[in-house]
């Protein structure tokens, strides 16, 4: 690993920051591509030594040539492609939704062809499926018919598609991961990130609401950046996507566990509501690729959280204004 070069695009999201920490401790060149250089989620998990390895980029996912040049300059070995706008923002403008998350895709691949890059992961989503009571065999395998009902998820569906073609095509490899419910500290957007949230609010000893309902998939995002850098030094041949598992567990009992924990913690949820994607993931692809899936348990990973957490708010290095959007 540290005779490789790893491009990291969308690096300053939550999962990209956990990958540049990995890279970073298993003495990797990692390269940070986002269109900004402020590692204000980095720097919640990372010390200033660490923020001094990365090799920080201003890039436009958009911008063909600008991604295939810095690629080629940078001599490029691995790629983890974490750019996109999420549900919300594509609603709000579908055509920048579909540049940046489609035709952004494509430029990564475009680059990886162009360099004979021969490791590429890229971020697909459980968004790519259809709500639960669409299927009826379970777990849902990694070919389940995709039947996405936002914007976002027809986007992704378009990128595991364009997957497909360029290995087809060109011989350009690659694994598609469908992350959901990711958790963690630096995980503060979207509906999902609630659930980040609500370990975050604990600590902080305030009130919170869970939006979802129902069963969910969860994944911690340390096992998440792991399985994008395991997915990358892969070599895959074809175009793999990969359905993710980890924790399958109801809202309700999430709570518990985090209330077991935090006796005075003031965590509420939705009642009302089913979680609007499958939850029953079957993982079998991924172990095939990985062998063992990174898998911290949830009470081991709630208590991680919280330690870091806690500290940040000593520090005063955390917002608690992210709970109230």
Not at 195 to 221: C, D, E, T, Y
């Amino acid at each position: 690993m540290q005779h490789e070069t790893y491009l990291v695009t969308g690096a300053l999201g939550c999962i990209g920051a956990w990958v540049l920490k990995q890279l970073v401790e298993r003495n990797a060149r990692a390269i940070s591509a986002d269109l900004g250089m402020d590692p204000v989620r980095p720097r919640l998990i990372m010390d200033d030594g660490q923020i001094g390895q990365v090799d920080w980029r201003v890039l436009d996912i958009t911008d063909t040539e600008a991604v295939k040049a810095l690629v080629a300059e940078a001599r490029v070995t691995r790629i983890i492609h974490l750019a996109g706008l999420q549900i919300p923002f594509c609603k709000a403008n579908p055509p920048l939704g579909a540049a940046v998350n489609v035709v952004g895709t494509v430029n990564i691949f475009e680059a990886a062809l162009a360099s004979g890059t021969t490791g590429l992961a890229y971020a697909s989503s459980l968004a790519a499926l259809g709500p639960a009571s669409e299927y009826d065999s379970w777990p849902l395998g990694d070919d389940a018919p995709s039947d996405p009902r936002t914007l976002y998820g027809v986007y992704k569906v378009a990128n595991e598609q364009v997957a497909r073609v360029y290995a087809a095509d060109s011989g350009v490899g690659s694994v598609g991961l469908r992350p959901c419910v990711v958790y963690g500290v630096g995980r503060d957007q979207g509906v999902t990130a609630d659930f980040a949230k609500a370990i975050l609010a604990a600590v902080a000893g305030v009130p919170f609401h869970i939006r979802s309902g129902g069963v969910v998939p969860m994944q911690h995002a340390s096992d998440v950046a792991s399985m994008f850098i395991g997915c990358a030094d892969a070599d895959v041949k074809q175009a793999r996507v990969c359905n993710m598992r980890n924790d399958v567990i109801a809202v309700a009992d999430f709570v518990e566990r985090l209330t077991a924990i935090f006796p005075d913690a003031r965590v509420t949820y939705n009642t009302a509501d089913e979680f609007p994607f499958p939850a029953d993931l079957g993982d079998e692809g991924l172990r095939e690729i990985l062998g063992d899936v990174p898998h911290t348990p949830l009470e081991d990973a709630i208590r991680q959280d919280a330690a870091m957490y806690r500290n940040l708010l000593d520090r005063d290095q955390i917002d608690l204004e992210q709970l109230r959007q």
